[in-house]
């Protein structure tokens, strides 16, 4: 999409800015300009000249001197030119000494253009140069009147009669003009057209629209009596408007329209069909004319193809159509693809003298489809294929018609047909201020939000509270729309930066997310590698993991449509891939082994299914080779102290995992409820598995670790007063456990108790048999004084007492 600043003014007279500023806010306010070009930015010093005397070169037979007048005080230069077209009293383009022209005749285009200067001419002097449309950077394509080979006389037109001596010849030409190229998104129709961009520039820039006033002056006739009009297929033309022309003039089109269609990338043909191509750029409506005297039985229908129908378009190629295509037709056969060409049966020629204006609204996914099929795209199908608005119709035939009346091409007849069964209203969305300002966190008031809506002919409904959206806006219809046209008008870059609400967008990870990190962290400061496994199974697994057959675990989510057998089931337990894991890595010689794995469990909550399983995320951690259950028990203590467990843990050695060592293993208790479970792995298992040396597992259920987890650290200070420390030896039964000691010495220990710590465990001769020997060094330490031995001796008393009703003694 182009489109020529001059253009854009002539509708925002007021509007003021350079090719830059226009670029930059129309692209913040949502017309993307791609980029833009001056169409005189090659170009300096080019005047109007008079060529006053024509004389033969001395020494050349080919070159002739000129005297040129450059201005109205009758100023002269000499200039020697090898053009054939010149002659004396020709009005013609001038570049002075020191300016610039953009190139040759060969079409080269030197950035920054030719510098002309002073210079001789086989030996005579030459003070500039006579141009050519191609040294004004331009073609003869974009400018008919222009000679084949030769200077471009404004003498030749009638309409440079005007022109002043020493004027500018850029301004005479239209070149002092920028043409933009936008990217259009496909929702906004409006702007495919140069009125919809000039309503967007001046909504922009706060300047006032002024689109064209039509008013058509037609005859005492009726079009309906010229044409009648059928549409078969309502569903791909949802509306047909036809007007009739008669007493036809064909001639060129005025400079002015020439200048904005070539602007437009769009050549000039003649007066007819220069209308039809600058209501299409002016109103992003397609027209078509089509010569009434070629219209059989003065009817137009509009009809689908038939299979295998061959047509001839404008072009000379004949088309092969199928039923899918729409087709407009008079009474005996085709004369043009709907939306897409004419048929050269019906083409305006120079005899033509009554014309029929079409102006319709199609199916655009159709018209796309169409032009596909038959490998023709146009501007007129890249334009319907976006979806245009019916209602776009009417006011750009009558603007055909008026231009038509301005430009004396031929006499309106009045009225016309317009078949449009269908109206398509305005859309109304509610007005909610107070919901668009939280959306784009703005604080704007609602007659500030209506004062942008005005500015782009959004009306506002204040009994309803609507704001009525016209139809050729047909990307509006929610509050979100709304929103984006407030945003755009008040500025994307005045909106401040905020941050959505959300624990997990408000700059920081969730609570799950840092516990699960945190266990990263640990494991792999340990030593422990991150694996990662299927949570796709075989039932054979548990048969592996001597699963007994009514254990719970083995009802499982079942696979509907699985892979095979080996990945039929959703896993209930997390060991199996980790110690496929481990035997890997065992059998390829690595030592040493380390793995840990975050990953889910699905425990379906009844079956048959109802309703979606119990995914728990489990943090897995498996090892061989250097370390033993203690080691692992260490890592899991360390990673439960960092996420706030500091309590006490005890560890139930009755955990009654089939798959653990039966005198080896133990659930993890904090709070009074499992949150997991370590030990050594079964010896039948390692078997297996085909896994030849001692493995250790351990596993977290994290649901039931995340209700416990805390982050919040409580700061105490450093202690003012020094501890004392007692070291205790005792004898106890080897069932007893070094945890319920613990237990007891921190209960008895009261709140001087400050640390206890086992530094030994003997077994050995010295100690009768069933029974061990365990050392413990209590600390203890008071915040407001300094302890005295009788305050120690009597904490030690009650943890003695305590240790003795379950057997304990102090070792002799």
């Known amino acids: ?82 053009a054939p ?86 301004e005479a030409l239209g070149l002092n003009d920028v043409v933009f190229e936008y990217e259009i998104t496909s929702n906004r129709v409006d702007c495919f057209g140069v009125i919809g961009i000039a309503r967007e520039a001046a909504a922009t820039f706060g300047k006032k629209f002024i689109p064209p006033v039509i008013e058509v002056k037609e005859t005492d006739e009726k079009t309906s009596d010229y044409i009648s009009v059928e549409v078969e297929d309502k569903d791909l033309c949802p509306r047909y408007v036809a007007r009739v022309v008669k007493n036809i003039k064909i001639g060129p089109s005025p400079k002015w329209m020439q200048r904005r269609l070539a602007a437009c990338g769009i050549r000039p043909i003649n007066n007819l069909v220069d209308i039809t191509n600058y ?47 729409l087709m407009i037709c008079d009474a005996d056969k085709p004369i043009g693809l709907a939306g897409i060409m004419g048929g050269e049966n019906s083409k305006i020629t120079d005899d033509v003298k009554t014309v029929l204006f079409e102006a319709a609204c199609f199916d655009g996914t159709n018209i796309r489809l169409s032009s596909k099929k038959v490998g023709l795209r146009t501007d007129a199908s890249g334009k319907f294929e976006k979806g245009l608005d019916p209602n776009n119709a009417m006011e750009a035939i009558n603007r055909a018609c008026q231009l038509i009346n301005e430009l004396g091409v031929g006499e ?72 984006e046209e407030v945003a755009r008008f008040y500025g994307y870059d005045k909106i401040g930066s905020t941050l959505p609400t959300g624990e997990a967008t408000t700059g920081k990870l969730s609570f799950k997310m840092r516990i699960e990190n945190v266990a990263r962290d640990i494991a792999e400061h340990f030593g422990f590698n991150e694996a990662m496994t299927y949570s796709f199974e075989s039932p054979k697994v548990f048969d592996k993991l001597l699963i007994p057959a009514d254990d719970a675990l083995r009802n499982t989510v079942v696979i509907s449509n699985p892979l095979g057998e080996d990945y039929s089931i959703m896993r209930t337990v997390p060991l199996n891939g980790m110690l496929t894991s481990l035997s890997t890595n065992y059998n390829r010689r690595n030592k040493d082994v380390r793995l840990y794995e975050i990953g889910n469990i699905y425990v379906p909550k009844a079956l048959p299914l109802t309703e979606l399983p119990d995914e728990r995320t489990q943090f897995t951690l498996v090892m061989y080779g250097i370390g033993d259950f203690f080691d692992l028990k260490g890592v899991v203590e360390e990673y439960l102290e960092k996420i706030g467990l500091k309590g006490v843990k005890t560890y139930d050695p009755n955990a009654g995992k089939t798959f653990l060592h039966p005198g080896r293993q133990a659930n993890i208790i904090y709070d009074g409820a499992v949150i997991g479970y370590l030990g050594e792995v079964h010896p039948d298992v390692l078997d297996n598995y085909d896994i030849g040396e001692k493995a250790y597992v351990a596993v977290l259920d994290m649901p039931e670790v995340e209700v416990r987890a805390g982050f919040n650290v409580k700061y105490e200070g450093i202690a003012k007063y020094p501890a004392v420390t007692r070291d205790i030896s005792m004898v106890m039964e080897k069932s007893i456990l070094a945890g319920d000691v613990e237990a ?41 004084r300094t302890l005295e031995d009788k305050d120690v001796n009597e904490v030690m008393t009650k943890i003695l007492n305590g240790l003795s009703k379950i057997g304990i003694e102090l070792r002799q």
């Open 1 to 82: 999409m182009n489109t020529p600043l001059s253009w854009i003014k002539a509708y925002v007279p007021e509007l003021d800015v350079t090719a830059q500023e226009y670029t930059d806010a129309m692209t913040l306010s949502g017309s993307k300009v791609e980029g833009y070009e001056k169409l005189d930015a090659d170009l300096d010093k080019i005047v109007v000249g008079k060529i006053l005397k024509i004389e033969k070169h001395p020494d050349a037979d080919k070159l002739i001197i000129c005297q040129v007048q450059i201005s109205e005080e009758g100023d002269q230069v000499q200039i020697v030119t090898g």
């Open 85 to 170: 077209n010149v002659k004396e009293g020709d009005i013609i383009p001038v570049v002075l000494d020191g300016g610039r022209v953009a190139g040759g005749h060969d079409g080269e285009k030197p950035a920054g253009g030719i510098k002309i200067k002073k210079g001789k001419l086989r030996g005579v002097e030459s003070c500039g140069m006579m141009c050519s449309i191609e040294e004004l950077g331009s073609t003869k394509e974009m400018y008919p009147d222009a000679p084949e080979d030769g200077i471009y006389i404004f003498s030749d037109n009638p309409e440079y009669a005007d022109l002043k001596i020493g004027s500018s010849a850029i």
């Open 279 to 325: 209501v299409m750029e002016e109103f992003a409506q397609p027209m078509h004319a089509y010569d009434l005297n070629h219209v059989a039985g003065n009817k137009i229908i509009v009809r689908r193809a038939k299979d295998g129908e061959v047509f001839e378009t404008l072009d000379g190629q004949e088309r092969k159509l199928d039923s899918s295509i």
């Open 412 to 483: 309106v007849v009045g009225g016309c047909v317009d078949v449009y069964d269908e109206v398509r209203k305005p859309n109304r969305v509610a007005f909610e201020p107070e919901r668009i300002n939280k959306l784009l966190g703005t604080d704007l008031d609602a007659d500030t939000m209506l004062g942008y809506f005005k500015a782009i002919d959004l009306d506002y409904d204040e009994k309803t509270k609507e704001v009525v959206v016209p139809t050729w806006r047909q990307d509006i219809h929610c509050m979100s729309d709304l929103a």
């Open 744 to 784: 007891i010495i921190r209960k008895n220990g009261g709140k001087i108790l400050e640390s206890v710590t086992l530094f030994d465990i003997y077994e050995g001769a010295q100690i009768k048999e069933g029974h061990k020997s365990m050392a413990y060094s209590i600390s203890f330490r008071a915040k407001d």
